[in-house]
């Protein structure tokens, strides 16, 4: 039962609760998953059973995608629509030549402060924990990567707001809420998400993404480990470099059939460890022999 089922995940869920229930459907509590999603997010929640949460740390680094709701003119605590409103500022015109404009500006590297509100940890502490406990704290920006923007509706405004969707494809670690306070920033007001679903994690589409239905019918689709790690070269053991893999030792990279900085080793099917390139050798990152 090792392997990944990506989630379609549905609105008002937490992560943690779309894994309990993976695990009741499943009969297993290892169960995990890759890249939390708040509770107004939908989309692509991958979910890792069994030996495969051991992959996490190889598809936590992953680029994703997401088609994201702003609503421009007021800004919350949250930075989204679930958070007390903080700021309003009557929205009357925004023509979709400066949205568009503004949107071109941000692709690239950024500086991104996380929201007060996020699971990001500050001396083994939630930032979420300090701002319940109305404590302040240090916050470090990051610096996340904006690969692409694109507004992919038109822009409503009623009622003294402004409204519009758009695609973006960014690297691990950015806050779309923040970029949504960003984009109102560029445009001299203040915003904050409305909505956001996740159509991508690394290799993963929602176009693959099980329901929460069929995850408990039993319909879902697993992914073995070997094809979530299909990015990988992959070398198969032989007489000369099973006994070293399966005892988790190094690899002399004469014996390997690939100059890749990590690799995969599997045995009739099934994967066994994940090298990474040291010097002339290759050294265990992680073994899954067990599961032979």
């Given at each position: 039962?090792?392997?990944?089922?990506?989630?379609?995940?549905?609105?008002?869920?937490?992560?943690?609760?779309?894994?309990?229930?993976?695990?009741?459907?499943?009969?297993?509590?290892?169960?995990?998953?890759?890249?939390?999603l708040d509770p107004l997010a939908t989309g692509v929640l991958v979910v890792c059973v069994e030996g495969a949460t051991k992959l996490?740390?190889?598809?936590?680094?992953?680029?994703?995608?997401?088609?994201?709701?702003?609503?421009?003119?007021?800004?919350?605590?949250?930075?989204?629509?679930?958070?007390?409103i903080t700021e309003k500022m009557e929205v009357n015109s925004l023509s979709q030549e400066e949205v568009d404009k503004v949107l071109?500006?941000?692709?690239?590297?950024?500086?991104?402060?996380?929201?007060?509100?996020?699971?990001?940890?500050?001396?083994?502490?939630?930032?979420?924990?300090?701002?319940?406990?109305?404590?302040?704290?240090?916050?470090?920006?990051?610096?996340?990567?904006?690969?692409?923007?694109?507004?992919?509706?038109?822009?409503?405004?009623?009622?003294?707001?402004?409204?519009?969707?758009?695609?973006?494809?960014?690297?691990?670690?950015?806050?779309?809420?923040?970029?949504?306070?960003?984009?109102?920033?560029?445009?001299?007001?203040?915003?904050?998400?409305?909505?956001?679903?996740?159509?991508?994690?690394?290799?993963?589409?929602?176009?693959?993404?099980?329901?929460?239905?069929?995850?408990?019918?039993?319909?879902?689709?697993?992914?073995?480990?070997?094809?979530?790690?299909?990015?990988?070269?992959?070398?198969?053991?032989?007489?000369?470099?099973?006994?070293?893999?399966?005892?988790?030792?190094?690899?002399?990279?004469?014996?390997?059939?690939?100059?890749?900085?990590?690799?995969?080793?599997?045995?009739?099917?099934?994967?066994?460890?994940?090298?990474?390139?040291?010097?002339?050798?290759?050294?265990?990152?992680?073994?899954?022999?067990?599961?032979?």
């Open positions: 039962m090792d392997g990944i089922i990506v989630v379609n995940k549905e609105k008002d869920l937490t992560s943690h609760q779309v894994v309990n229930i993976v695990r009741r459907a499943l009969g297993t509590r290892r169960v995990g998953h890759v890249g939390t996490s740390p190889f598809l936590m680094t992953d680029d994703k995608e997401y088609q994201t709701e702003i609503i421009v003119g007021i800004a919350s605590d949250t930075e989204d629509i679930t958070g007390t071109s500006t941000l692709v690239g590297d950024l500086e991104q402060l996380p929201p007060l509100y996020s699971a990001v940890k500050i001396n083994g502490k939630k930032l979420y924990e300090y701002a319940r406990a109305n404590v302040e704290v240090d916050r470090k920006p990051r610096v996340i990567t904006i690969k692409d923007i694109k507004r992919t509706s038109n822009i409503e405004i009623k009622d003294g707001l402004a409204k519009f969707s758009f695609w973006t494809h960014v690297s691990k670690g950015t806050y779309v809420r923040t970029l949504c306070t960003e984009i109102g920033k560029r445009l001299g007001y203040p915003a904050l998400m409305s909505g956001l679903t996740r159509v991508r994690s690394g290799k993963f589409k929602i176009e693959q993404a099980n329901t929460i239905e069929e995850i408990q019918n039993g319909t879902y689709k697993m992914i073995s480990m070997l094809e979530a790690l299909s990015d990988f070269d992959q070398i198969e053991l032989d007489n000369k470099t099973e006994k070293l893999v399966l005892n988790g030792m190094m690899v002399p990279t004469n014996l390997v059939p690939s100059s890749a900085d990590m690799i995969v080793f599997k045995q009739v099917g099934q994967l066994v460890g994940i090298y990474e390139k040291n010097n002339f050798n290759y050294k265990a990152v992680r073994i899954w022999k067990q599961y032979l």
